[in-house]
């Protein structure tokens, strides 16, 4: 059963156009939210967060959206640049419990 | 600063052999994870310590063994692995398990593990 879902596993968008990765989750216990990026053969790093108290979230060219209703959350880059394309990751997380990890979005960006 | 050490970097083993994996934080976090992760998968979750006490165990095989010394260091402790065991072991720690706000994971470059 996956709780948090990436259904795109890959994104190609032009250099300087918006990205918008997209993830879906189930758990209605889930109360915080993160994206982290992974460039291969290295650990994720981590991007942005948001709070289940919030909708938006800003920090810098990132911004990640999160509708409750829907349950669902978009991160947006813009402007993307090459230097974005990575493999990205949606996670979740309930009180008292561990990170779910989506299966990941692989972006690139094309100059 | 938000950085996670682990060493080595890569390690090549034999199914017979015995090695540990480290992991080191000096955020003060006391949450500290170990994940193996496969080629375009996920970061799949091995071990949870919190206060340097096991708190989950992912139903892992027992040739793989955690420790937690302090709560500034993680060991994973391997012995007679299977080739299938090859990966990225990545260790994470995060200010505590599960609160909001707090337990966003940093993590380490991790190392490549390849048993022959």
């Known amino acids: 059963d996956q709780q948090v879902k990436q259904n795109s596993p890959s994104l190609s968008v032009q250099e300087g156009r918006i990205s918008i990765l997209n993830c879906d989750y189930t758990?209605?216990?889930?109360?915080?939210f993160l994206w982290y990026k992974k460039y291969p053969a290295e650990g994720p790093t981590f991007l942005i967060s948001?709070?289940?108290?919030?909708d938006k979230n800003e920090d810098g060219r990132f911004t990640v959206f999160l509708n409750k209703s829907a349950k669902h959350l978009s991160l947006h880059i813009v402007p993307s640049q090459p230097g974005d394309s990575a493999v990205y990751f949606c996670?979740?997380?309930?009180?008292?419990?561990?990170?779910?990890f989506g299966k990941g979005t692989r972006l690139s960006v094309i100059a | 600063d938000t950085e996670v050490t682990q060493t080595p970097k890569h390690l090549v083993m034999g199914m017979t052999n015995k090695k540990s994996l480290k992991c080191e934080q000096h955020?003060?976090?006391?949450?500290m994870y170990w994940y193996k992760q496969k080629a375009k998968k996920p970061p799949e979750l091995m071990f949870v310590?919190?206060?340097?006490?096991?708190?989950i165990n992912e139903s892992v095989p027992s040739r793989f063994s955690p420790e937690c010394p302090n709560s500034s260091l993680l060991n994973l402790h391997l012995h007679a692995l299977q080739p299938e065991d090859s990966a990225l072991y990545l260790c994470?720690?995060?200010?505590?398990?599960?609160?909001?706000?707090?337990?966003?994971?940093?993590f380490g470059p991790g190392t490549r593990l390849t048993v022959l």
């Open positions: 310590y919190s206060y340097e006490k096991l708190s």
């Open positions: 758990n209605s216990m889930f109360d915080y």
């Open positions: 994470a720690s995060s200010q505590v398990v599960g609160d909001r706000g707090q337990d966003t994971q940093y």
């Open positions: 996670a979740a997380a309930a009180p008292a419990t561990p990170l779910v």
């Open positions: 955020m003060g976090h006391r949450a």
């Open positions: 948001i709070s289940s108290i919030k």
